[in-house]
């Protein structure tokens, strides 16, 4: 998954920290492109009707716990699904997280 945004510009990339400094967000046009957004709304459908049953409990979260369509947060699904795991370790998401945070990062949820 390759974004059309140049995160290896250091000129591009200072001005990316710089306003995450100060706004404390920054809006990346292009960054997700429509092809790349479909491909993330299929994987994350076919994940919620695939893998959350396999997921401990403790890693699912329901605004309503009697009410399974309620799910609002799934902790570690890199750990279940190869694209998941993909998006978090090596791709532009890691790379964008390191430059607004000047700092190496690591994914851990």
């Known amino acids: 998954m ?52 396999e997921m401990p409990p403790e890693k699912i979260y329901y605004e309503d716990l009697a009410n399974k369509s309620s799910l609002k947060q799934l902790q570690e699904v890199f750990r279940y699904a190869p694209f998941f795991n993909d998006m978090m370790f090596g791709s532009d998401f890691e790379k964008l997280a390191s430059i607004l945070l000047a700092d190496e990062v690591k994914g851990k949820k």
């Not at 591009?12 to 092809?35: H, M, T």
């Open 2 to 53: 390759q974004s059309s945004v140049r995160l290896n510009d250091a000129v591009i990339c200072e001005v990316l920290n710089k306003n995450f400094r100060k706004d404390g967000f920054v809006f990346l046009q292009g960054f997700l492109n429509a092809g790349i957004i479909k491909l993330l709304t299929v994987n994350v459908e076919k994940f919620i009707n695939e893998k959350v049953k």
